[in-house]
């Protein structure tokens, strides 16, 4: 019995890190946003361009990071490599947010975040 009741909290505990995107801060929601990047170049939104994005439109976010958006793209230059910036914000400023391009991180369930030196 006892063995059950471990097993079953390990579980629940897990479970809350299986969606990438809901929100992983307390009160706050992911968001992200593509950097429009492609392979072979050096081009795309950094993310200091992204943060600075959000601060014009006084949208205050407690976490950024660079990311993936998970999905499998053709090896060829020219081609989307998946950069996105990834932030937390609360969840009165998503549809501002969304209005500069920015969408909920819930759309992209593949997303993980990434050492923004392999950017």
């Known amino acids: 019995m006892h063995m059950r009741t471990l097993l079953a909290g390990s579980l629940l505990a897990l479970s809350g890190c299986s969606q990438a995107g809901s929100t992983d801060l307390v009160g706050e929601v992911g968001i992200y946003l593509d950097s429009g ?3 072979c ?15 014009d439109a006084d949208i205050p976010f407690s976490a950024a990071t660079c ?3 998970g999905n499998m793209y053709t090896a060829m230059c020219g081609s989307p490599d998946g950069r996105i910036g990834i932030f937390q914000i609360a969840p009165e400023h998503l549809q501002l947010a969304r209005a500069l391009g ?3 991180l819930a759309n992209v369930p593949d ?9």
Do not use: H, I, Y
């Open 37 to 39: 990047s492609t392979q």
């Open 41 to 55: 170049r050096d081009d795309g939104m950094k993310l200091e361009e992204m943060q600075q994005l959000l601060g």
């Open 67 to 69: 990311g993936t958006d």
């Open 102 to 104: 920015f969408e909920a």
């Open 111 to 119: 997303a993980s975040p990434v050492d923004c030196s392999r950017w």
